[in-house]
């Protein structure tokens, strides 16, 4: 079906569109999307879950028991799903310094949690896999998985935004997720996302991000090239970095697998910070540059 220079193929099951190439689609067409992007509905596309491994990368989620309602497809791409259930999640970082790093917060070298309640977004290959994981039929509740995902959107719009207020809350910065899965949804070189967002029992609420071959979506400013991010958030308090690396397998080629070349390079830094009776830093450290004549290409921070 030929609609304004939008390629559309129709999957016989359910006769509804599974792709659309959206990388010759005209402006309209992609502001249409967006516009659906930004709120997602629910669809009654669901899967019921036994036992079913999904593994993201480091992380492996366990669908123990529950059902899995899928949103609507938008420009035939299915991008979102809501978990219901018993779920756990087993993290393993790829290096000694990661699993030190998050045995500060988990008080082992990797995180093992349990939740009931998990939303996920993807425009990587999540679809695809989960296609293959599970039986996925007609009869889900669309109106409580619209709940779940628009209650998830409006967290990140209105509370996980850069804007000064929400910093000073101490909410994490996300970007414009709507604008991101478009982009991923445009760009065939892009390998997409995959962001979970759960309660753990024990570890409070978590963000876990992947984004492969692009910039991250969460703490834009801190994430350097790291594919790989979990953070711990509680609303409108605090959050924290819990661990942040490469994909899995880059870590066979090489120790430090990193994309960036630095423009710069600091010997020294001094970091001026008062820690309160809450036990965190106040006001935010900060680290100003200033960059030497000699040798070139190093800098030290005052």
């Known amino acids: 079906m030929l609609q304004r220079g939008l390629v559309v193929w129709l999957c016989l099951w359910g006769g509804t569109a599974v792709a659309a190439d959206l990388s010759t689609a005209p402006a309209e067409e992609l502001m249409r999307v967006y516009s659906q992007l930004r709120s997602l509905r629910g669809s009654d596309q669901w899967a019921v879950t036994e036992n079913v491994v999904w593994k993201r990368d480091a992380a492996t989620f366990t ?29 393993n970082p790829p290096t000694s310094t990661e699993m030190h790093q998050i045995a500060r917060f988990t008080g082992g070298p990797g995180l093992t949690d349990q939740f009931h309640e998990a939303v996920f977004f993807f425009t990587d290959d999540s679809w695809a896999e989960l296609q293959n994981l599970l039986l996925i039929h007609r009869g889900g509740d669309a109106r409580k998985a619209g709940q779940a995902l628009e209650s998830a959107q409006k967290k990140y719009a209105e509370s996980f935004n850069d804007w000064w207020e929400n910093e000073t809350k101490g909410n994490p910065t996300v970007r414009n997720l709507a604008a991101r899965m478009l ?31 692009r910039d991250s979506l969460m703490l834009p400013g801190m994430s350097n090239d790291e594919e790989v991010m979990l953070l711990h958030y509680d609303l409108n308090s605090y959050f924290e970095w819990w661990a942040g690396f490469h994909l899995e397998d880059e870590y066979a080629h090489g120790a430090l697998p990193e994309h960036r070349t630095l423009l710069a390079h600091c010997r020294q830094e001094r970091i001026e910070a008062e820690i309160g009776k809450d036990n965190r830093l106040w006001p935010p450290p ?3 540059l200033k960059f030497l004549t000699a040798p070139r290409g190093s800098c030290r921070s005052t």
């Open 63 to 91: 669908l123990r028991e529950g059902h899995l309602t899928f949103a609507e497809a938008v420009a035939g791409h299915v991008v979102a799903a809501v978990f219901e259930g018993q779920g756990s999640i087993e993290l």
């Open 183 to 213: 982009a991923d949804l445009s760009d065939p070189s892009s390998r997409g996302l995959f962001l979970a967002d759960f309660k753990g029992e024990h570890s409070g609420h978590l963000l876990y991000q992947i984004s492969w071959n």
């Open 286 to 288: 900060r680290c100003n």
